[in-house]
């Protein structure tokens, strides 16, 4: 029997949080031997076996002012997508694992015809509920339930598209474009494929495996010795890229209501975010060094996300393997990272609950750095990622029974 071969389709290669995980399934493909390449289109990877496929540097701008006017995201990029395929051709892969696709890095139409007539299996993540809608990656903040029908009449189009409303169109396309891939689905949240299941492709098959994280790296730092002495609580949030969405309203509300005893930190912001920070919130620009952001979690009392919309929470698991208790928003897949003995799920919006939440978890100390770890110890992404290694060659081996019966 051949050896399987593997390729992934992503925006970013070990950036973000798809590139990371990318990053991490490639690792353990090159351990076991698969042959293996990541095709991305955003920024640089020193990875030996990653390929960009962007043709030009302002290639991806132009497509996004592409999509703006004609408001048709996913099906513009031709000859990005063109020169995808030519490599996929070349490398000639027993599985294509798909990942984001909604940062103008591939038209739809095109690769799904492709994926149809060279009978390649299909793997696809969606990390977001992109696939499900006409234009949005997310809708809960928006309450919007179009996307059940399958969208149109769009009232947000003008985030996506500042002419022309497609929504319905679009999301009628990426249905037909997953029917001619006919992908495997994978989901890194038990909410996220409740929603799949809601939507009009509701009747395939969904596997679940969730996010994980590399606990060599996020772990406690301060497990070794003592506690560093500390005149505050310090109250830590975390985030890419701080909004609303992120609850960034909700930390200016709680740095004007919690008591002095109390320091605020917020991580990933920028010169935009920090204007709107009162000036007892301690801002800290966002870092590529995953250690740095370890010793972070490890000096916090409590980590907080009052999230409006996540498909899982990766944040909450870093937290957790670096001893920090949890307090969430209950909003999409967020709950789901941790326990009763490891944070609080508080109702969305629900201040008054949420500062009464942070009060017990700093003063009274009702959880303990050891089952923290030991629930984050449940997200170990070399277990996790495992579960992708074992699809692949599920699907392989039955790929290549097939053949030898016809």
Same mark, same amino acid.
């Given at each position: @029997?051949?050896? @399987?071969?593997?390729?992934?389709?992503?925006?970013?290669?070990?950036?973000? *949080?798809?590139?990371?995980?990318?990053?991490?399934? *490639?690792? &353990?493909?090159?351990?076991?031997?698969?042959?293996? &390449?990541?095709?991305?289109?955003?920024?640089? *990877?020193?990875?030996?076996?990653?390929?960009?496929?962007?043709?030009?540097? =302002?290639?991806?701008?132009?497509? $996004?002012?592409?999509?703006?006017?004609?408001?048709?995201?996913?099906?513009?990029?031709?000859?990005?997508?063109?020169?995808?395929?030519?490599?996929? !051709?070349?490398?000639?892969?027993?599985?294509?694992?798909?990942?984001?696709?909604?940062?103008?890095?591939?038209?739809?139409?095109?690769?799904?015809?492709?994926?149809?007539?060279?009978?390649?299996?299909?793997?696809?993540?969606?990390?977001?509920?992109?696939?499900?809608?006409?234009?949005?990656?997310?809708?809960?903040?928006?309450?919007?339930?179009?996307?059940?029908?399958?969208?149109?009449?769009?009232?947000?189009?003008?985030? =996506?598209?500042?002419?022309?409303?497609?929504?319905?169109?679009?999301?009628?396309?990426?249905?037909?474009?997953?029917?001619? @891939?006919?992908?495997?689905?994978?989901?890194?949240?038990?909410?996220?494929?409740?929603?799949?299941?809601?939507?009009?492709?509701?009747?395939? !098959?969904?596997?679940?495996?969730?996010?994980?994280?590399?606990?060599?790296?996020?772990?406690?730092?301060?497990?070794?010795?003592?506690?560093?002495?500390?005149?505050?609580?310090?109250?830590?949030?975390?985030?890419?890229?701080?909004?609303?969405?992120?609850?960034?309203?909700?930390?200016?509300?709680?740095?004007?209501?919690?008591?002095?005893?109390?320091? &605020?930190?917020?991580?990933?912001?920028?010169?935009?975010?920090?204007?709107?920070?009162?000036?007892?919130?301690?801002?800290?620009?966002?870092?590529? $060094?995953?250690?740095?952001?370890?010793?972070?979690?490890?000096?916090?009392?409590?980590?907080?996300?009052?999230?409006?919309?996540?498909?899982?929470?990766?944040?909450?698991?870093?937290?957790?393997?670096?001893?920090?208790?949890?307090?969430?928003?209950?909003?999409?897949?967020?709950?789901?990272?941790?326990?009763?003995?490891?944070?609080?799920?508080?109702?969305?919006?629900?201040?008054?609950?949420?500062?009464?939440?942070?009060?017990?978890?700093?003063?009274?100390?009702?959880?303990? *750095?050891?089952?923290?770890?030991?629930?984050?110890?449940?997200?170990?992404?070399? &277990?996790?990622?495992?579960?992708?290694?074992?699809? =692949?060659?599920?699907?392989?081996?039955?790929?290549?029974?097939?053949?030898?019966?016809?």
């Amino acid at each position: @029997m051949s050896k @399987m071969k593997v390729v992934q389709v992503n925006a970013y290669c070990g950036r973000g *949080s798809t590139g990371k995980i990318c990053l991490s399934i *490639s690792n &353990i493909l090159t351990k076991q031997g698969i042959k293996n &390449i990541i095709y991305y289109t955003q920024g640089k *990877s020193e990875l030996v076996n990653s390929i960009n496929y962007n043709p030009g540097k =302002y290639y991806t701008l132009f497509q $996004s002012l592409k999509s703006k006017l004609l408001g048709n995201n996913g099906f513009n990029s031709h000859i990005e997508t063109y020169s995808l395929i030519n490599k996929i !051709k070349k490398f000639a892969p027993d599985i294509v694992h798909l990942h984001n696709l909604h940062a103008q890095n591939i038209n739809l139409d095109i690769f799904s015809h492709f994926i149809e007539k060279s009978k390649i299996d299909v793997i696809f993540t969606f990390h977001d509920c992109w696939m499900l809608t006409g234009y949005c990656h997310s809708f809960d903040m928006k309450q919007c339930n179009g996307w059940k029908q399958g969208c149109g009449n769009c009232h947000h189009k003008y985030v =996506y598209s500042w002419i022309f409303d497609r929504s319905g169109r679009i999301c009628s396309k990426k249905k037909e474009a997953i029917e001619r @891939m006919n992908p495997f689905i994978v989901t890194p949240s038990k909410w996220l494929a409740e929603i799949v299941g809601q939507s009009q492709i509701k009747s395939r !098959k969904i596997t679940v495996i969730n996010n994980g994280i590399d606990l060599s790296v996020f772990r406690n730092k301060n497990q070794n010795g003592e506690d560093e002495k500390k005149d505050k609580f310090i109250v830590l949030g975390v985030a890419e890229r701080w909004d609303d969405r992120k609850g960034l309203d909700v930390f200016i509300h709680l740095a004007k209501k919690l008591g002095k005893e109390y320091q &605020i930190m917020l991580v990933g912001t920028d010169v935009n975010v920090e204007k709107k920070l009162p000036e007892n919130i301690i801002a800290v620009r966002r870092t590529e $060094s995953q250690l740095d952001l370890a010793d972070i979690y490890s000096r916090a009392d409590i980590f907080v996300n009052p999230t409006r919309e996540e498909v899982f929470g990766l944040v909450n698991i870093e937290a957790l393997a670096c001893g920090t208790p949890v307090v969430t928003f209950k909003t999409g897949g967020s709950p789901e990272c941790i326990d009763d003995r490891t944070g609080f799920i508080v109702e969305k919006n629900n201040l008054e609950e949420l500062m009464s939440r942070i009060e017990t978890v700093c003063k009274k100390r009702v959880f303990n *750095s050891e089952d923290c770890r030991k629930r984050a110890e449940q997200f170990d992404e070399n &277990i996790l990622y495992l579960k992708y290694f074992d699809l =692949y060659n599920e699907i392989f081996l039955l790929r290549n029974a097939m053949k030898h019966t016809d």
